[in-house]
């Protein structure tokens, strides 16, 4: 390979010219959608580009339709800016480039990952064998913790889902806060669970524990219920003390959107607003918000690991794989397979 440092000072530079014009520079692009096309596209080139060039038109081209996110003076959405040191450590993973869907892919990254699971479950009172998996946003998080719990209920219910499918299966009863996120709809949508029952919250957007339990009482049969750390309008917080006591009683799984929210386990001010939650099932939170690293960077910890593992996992006769529990394949706990 040739010398690639001057290439990467040079993508350093127009990376710290970038951050340094943040607070100077609009905080939405002056640009329109059809300039960016004609600055981005053209035709696509009959040949190589030298790795310079390419740095240097990307970054002028890029630069009038880039948000700045990162400024103080942005308020649009929940965004994080990235730290330095989540940044620089980006960079380093992109340089490192380890596809870490098996241990013996990327034994380092595999053991970073249950590293940040051993951190993250003490930070936030979490189950310490809680099971995790890294996705690209709460989103997928959902998926995968959704997942995990259609696994467990019907299990329960003497149904192997992933053996036999939906088709004739019992019917899951999905129970969620009137104020919800909308990526929970997404989610139960992708596993084929259809839409779900919504249960009236108060004028903060927080379930009302007494509508569940009416809820919870109606039926019987496989029942799974979504509770929320920080509804998106208001930062409202769920009753999860009494919310976990209504569906412990009534053997559901219970899940926590805290795509922002759950980090308020991590302040003693705070924590009382999250008081309960450690009781659910499966939490999901994004990593690029409080954590302030680069997106995209979500978390999904299950208490059930096994139902967690049964929904994901798959093998192959060309997979290494390690059954021992003594490494950590990341493909066993995420959608991803790479």
Request: glycine share 10%; with cysteine; aromatic share 6%.
């Given at each position: 390979?040739?010398?690639?440092?001057?290439?990467?000072?040079?993508?350093?530079?127009?990376?710290?010219?970038?951050?340094?014009?943040?607070?100077?520079?609009?905080?939405?692009?002056?640009?329109?959608?059809?300039?960016?096309?004609?600055?981005?596209?053209?035709?696509?080139?009959?040949?190589?580009?030298?790795?310079?060039?390419?740095?240097?038109?990307?970054?002028?081209?890029?630069?009038?339709?880039?948000?700045?996110?990162?400024?103080?003076?942005?308020?649009?959405?929940?965004?994080?800016?990235?730290?330095?040191?989540?940044?620089?450590?980006?960079?380093?993973?992109?340089a490192w480039d380890q596809n870490a869907g098996l241990y013996v892919g990327g034994p380092s990254a595999s053991v970073v990952e249950q590293v940040v699971r051993d951190w993250v479950c003490d930070l936030l009172g979490?189950?310490?064998?809680?099971?995790?998996?890294?996705?690209?946003?709460?989103?997928?998080?959902?998926?995968?913790?959704?997942?995990?719990?259609?696994?467990?209920?019907?299990?329960?219910?003497?149904?192997?889902?992933?053996?036999?499918?939906?088709?004739?299966?019992?019917?899951?009863?999905?129970?969620?806060?009137?104020?919800?996120?909308?990526?929970?709809?997404?989610?139960?949508?992708?596993?084929?669970?259809?839409?779900?029952?919504?249960?009236?919250?108060?004028?903060?957007?927080?379930?009302?524990?007494?509508?569940?339990?009416?809820?919870?009482?109606?039926?019987?049969?496989?029942?799974?219920?979504?509770?929320?750390?920080?509804?998106?309008?208001?930062?409202?917080?769920?009753?999860?003390?009494?919310?976990?006591?209504?569906?412990?009683?009534?053997?559901?799984?219970?899940?926590?959107?805290?795509?922002?929210?759950?980090?308020?386990?991590?302040?003693?001010?705070?924590?009382?607003?999250?008081?309960?939650?450690?009781?659910?099932?499966?939490?999901?939170?994004?990593?690029?918000?409080?954590?302030?690293?680069?997106?995209?960077?979500?978390?999904?910890?299950?208490?059930?690991?096994?139902?967690?593992?049964?929904?994901?996992?798959?093998?192959?006769?060309?997979?290494?794989?390690?059954?021992?529990?003594?490494?950590?394949?990341?493909?066993?706990?995420?959608?991803?397979?790479?």
């Open positions: 390979m040739n010398d690639i440092r001057p290439l990467l000072r040079r993508t350093a530079e127009l990376a710290s010219e970038y951050l340094e014009s943040l607070e100077d520079r609009p905080v939405f692009p002056q640009v329109n959608a059809d300039e960016l096309r004609r600055s981005l596209g053209g035709p696509l080139p009959d040949g190589p580009t030298e790795p310079e060039e390419v740095v240097e038109r990307l970054a002028a081209a890029a630069d009038p339709g880039l948000v700045a996110m990162g400024s103080g003076r942005y308020f649009g959405f929940v965004i994080g800016g990235a730290l330095p040191a989540a940044l620089a450590a980006d960079w380093l993973a992109s979490l189950p310490a064998d809680a099971s995790i998996g890294f996705v690209t946003g709460t989103q997928m998080g959902s998926v995968t913790a959704l997942a995990a719990a259609r696994f467990r209920v019907l299990d329960r219910a003497g149904w192997d889902v992933g053996r036999d499918g939906l088709s004739g299966a019992p019917r899951v009863r999905v129970l969620v806060g009137e104020k919800r996120h909308v990526t929970i709809d997404r989610a139960l949508r992708l596993l084929g669970l259809g839409a779900p029952e919504a249960v009236a919250a108060d004028a903060q957007g927080r379930m009302k524990a007494d509508a569940l339990r009416v809820a919870l009482d109606s039926h019987e049969g496989p029942t799974i219920v979504c509770a929320q750390a920080g509804e998106v309008n208001t930062g409202s917080f769920d009753p999860f003390e009494e919310i976990a006591a209504a569906t412990a009683e009534h053997g559901a799984w219970l899940h926590v959107d805290g795509a922002f929210g759950l980090w308020a386990a991590a302040s003693p001010q705070l924590r009382g607003l999250v008081r309960g939650a450690e009781r659910a099932d499966s939490w999901i939170t994004d990593a690029h918000k409080w954590l302030n690293v680069p997106y995209d960077s979500a978390l999904v910890l299950c208490a059930d690991s096994e139902a967690h593992r049964a929904a994901m996992a798959t093998t192959a006769s060309y997979l290494i794989q390690d059954d021992s529990g003594a490494v950590y394949d990341q493909m066993d706990w995420v959608p991803e397979f790479s």
